[in-house]
T-cell receptor, first 111, second 112 residues
Framework: GENVEQHPSTLSVQEGDSAVIKCTYS??????FPWYKQELGKRPQLIID?????GEKKDQRIAVTLNKTAKHFSLHITETQPEDSAVYFC??????????FGSGTKLNVKP | DAGVIQSPRHEVTEMGQEVTLRCKPISGHDYLFWYRQTMMRGLELLIY????????DSGMPEDRFSAKMPNASFSTLKIQPSEPRDSAVYFC??????????FGPGTRLTVL
């Protein structure tokens, strides 16, 4: 199966700063790379995703970059806000079905 | 759209009892997934269905766990007999023709 590592496990930033979370994976067959946000006691929700034929995707303050050769992809959040505080999971997968979730990064945005 | 519906939201039971978790996917979605989330093991895919047929159950922990999807709008995950180590949040998710999996609110299971 897929071996997924996510770093850092916790990240504390000041409001307005940028945050970057990195995810490495082992299965070169993975072709779909989503990031999920989970607030305390809530369900995981997709915030951004990228497919293997694309190197970067941006949606307002959030971006994802993919390096398929090195088998890692990263989540970038700019101009962080307190409501960005949550746990973020990467979940590389195959054909949008079989996801392997990382262990999560707890992001704390200090006002 | 009501989103993915799960019931019950909370379940407390005693070791050895049978537990049944229920899920109603988003109407029109033909993929359904069952996940388990614990502090120790994180989020794990247990099983997924396509058009009511189980496709991959390699994540099902052991024979005590079983899942069914009798029709396109209903699925169950059953644990019999339950054990304290089964305590977790169980999520159901569904997917249509897009690549996005939509998660339900989860069922928090506590086995005493």
């Amino acid at each position: 199966g897929e071996n997924v590592e996510q770093h850092p496990s916790t990240l504390s930033v000041q409001e307005g700063d940028s945050a970057v979370i990195k995810c490495t994976y082992s299965d070169s067959a993975s072709n779909y790379f989503p990031w999920y946000k989970q607030e305390l006691g809530k369900r995981p929700q997709l915030i951004i995703d990228i497919r293997s034929n694309v190197g970067e995707k941006k949606d307002q303050r959030i971006a994802v970059t993919l390096n398929k050769t090195a088998k890692h992809f990263s989540l970038h959040i700019t101009e962080t806000q307190p409501e960005d505080s949550a746990v973020y999971f990467c979940a590389p997968g195959l054909n949008f079905n079989k996801f392997y979730f990382g262990s999560g990064t707890k992001l704390n945005v200090k006002p | 759209d009501a989103g993915v519906i799960q019931s019950p939201r909370h379940e407390v039971t005693e070791m050895g009892q049978e537990v049944t978790l229920r899920c109603k996917p988003i109407s029109g979605h033909d993929y359904l997934f069952w996940y388990r989330q614990t502090m120790m093991r994180g989020l794990e895919l247990l099983i997924y269905f396509n058009n009511n047929v189980p496709i991959d159950d390699s994540g099902m922990p052991e024979d005590r766990f079983s899942a069914k999807m009798p029709n396109a709008s209903f699925s169950t995950l059953k644990i019999q007999p339950s054990e304290p180590r089964d305590s977790a949040v169980y999520f159901c998710a569904s997917r249509g023709r897009t690549d996005t999996q939509y998660f339900g609110p989860g069922t928090r299971l506590t086995v005493l």
